[in-house]
């Protein structure tokens, strides 16, 4: 009874760290309200509270699952390829597909996360920080290990590419969204494997 | 005395703007509240609402303050410059130094209303669209200038690059902006200073 009690109260707090994804990275965590996350996990305010200290606890709890969804559906299209270059080429692909079905509604937590939580939010703001760093090595691990690998020339500098594809990937993001999915998302992604082909040895 | 008036209505109308404009650009449309914008205004609710129907049409105006302030510094840089690839570079500089010093608090009002807007607010989202499009335009008339002056190739595509620089500059204030300006901006800025050069004739 007691292990089976625990697990209900596992899944329930699961179910609202999903649906306030869906909801905080749409509507932003200062755009939704009490009554949005009602509404959107079918709780009262004691049933959500109950498994969360306070808005600002769930809302970091949300945000690390937006991110950890993002990224293992974007590591997993990596993983699928051999060689540094075609795996640059991957993680390219896999979030211009995320712009038009994104893995958490309402497109890349990092994105939408770092202009809100710049000037007015401590600890999302070193979350979001944590979290692009962490792309931006994976992203660099995978250039070095091009170089080493004679498959990408050897003076190309890691760190800055890194920051090149993901600025642009999220510069694109951006607009595509904003815009509705028009083509800029391609146009980015099609200008950004000409980049990462001219990186090859 | 009644156009003194008049003219005091106007000055407290645009004080009104320019401190909403520094104020949502920073804490965002749904961040920033009633109290934050009578403190940054030192007025009362009312004297607020006396010069605006509500909170939506003093957002407007002040995202209106906001882009056009922003855009007389950058194309006040680039009228500067002679030659396309000149002013494309004078257009990356400015956006660049004006990830350090911002014209308006906050950083940029495309950016930082583009992720709120674009699913919450449709009013927004639109004069966000036709701000975006408007610089898309200026960057592109720049690079057909440029073509026709033989300066740039004539095989390049004027609104794909348009989008692409205009992309990777967003995404770069984005970075910027959220690591407190590391040098990632100046990298960003080089990146695409040596990509705009690969475009010359």
Known sequence: MRVSRIGKGKMTREMIIAKAAALFNSRGYFGASMSDLMQATGLEKGGIYNHFDNKEELAMAAFDYAVATTSAYVKGE???CD?????LHAFVNAVSSAAESPPVPGGCPLLN????CDDAHPELKERVQAAITRVRRFLASIIKSG???NEIKADVDAEKESLVIFATLEGGLMISRLFDQTPAMSSIAQHLKEHIDSLKA
Not at 83 to 87: D, P, S
Not at 113 to 116: K, Y
């Open 147 to 149: 170089i080493d690998a």
């Open 83 to 87: 060689g540094a270059i075609a795996k």
């Open 78 to 80: 990596v993983d699928k």
């Open 113 to 116: 996360s770092a202009i809100e």
